[in-house]
């Protein structure tokens, strides 16, 4: 029996951010004090404490800040994904989030390349964001 990769437990402060990526949307949030742009989801902006924070849609495209090839999964869960990419990517907005970078051979990911946002949709059809080199055009 082939063991499922995890889905997301969404909170108060991430339930919107997960039901959009279920609908293959990806969304930041925003404080309207600042202007800051922010993630994880929480309910105060982490730069100036304000709680007045609304969701606006990501361009869904960033670049590639760091990342490790993983060689050994944790769990059986991810066994046929070996090896893969696990890489932090700089939204074009600014904030930075983990995630996958998939459809492309781990060899070829380097830091400071394009990439944009797919999603892999898992049990209950949860969307988890993924990211994949940037089509070029």
């Known amino acids: ?53 609304q969701w606006v849609e990501s361009a869904g495209k960033g670049t590639v800040y760091s990342y490790t090839v993983v060689h050994r999964a944790p769990s059986a ?21 983990m995630s996958n970078i998939v459809d492309c051979d781990p060899g070829e990911v ?5 990439v944009e946002v797919g999603f892999e949709i898992r049990a209950d059809n949860v969307g988890v964001p993924v990211f994949k080199p940037a089509r070029r055009g």
């Not at 742009?37 to 007045?52: E, F, H, I, K, T």
């Not at 869960?77 to 989030?97: C, H, N, Q, T, W």
């Not at 380097?110 to 394009?114: H, K, P």
């Open 1 to 53: 029996m082939t063991q499922e990769k995890p889905v997301p437990a969404p909170t108060n402060d991430s339930r919107a951010f997960w039901s959009n990526c279920s609908h293959n949307n990806l969304v930041v949030q925003r404080c309207r004090e600042c202007g800051t742009a922010q993630y994880y989801p929480r309910n105060v902006c982490a730069s100036c404490g304000s709680s007045d924070i």
């Open 110 to 114: 380097s830091i400071g390349m394009d």
């Open 77 to 97: 869960a991810f066994s046929k994904d070996v090896p893969y990419v696990l890489a932090i990517i700089e939204l074009a907005e600014g904030p930075r989030m």
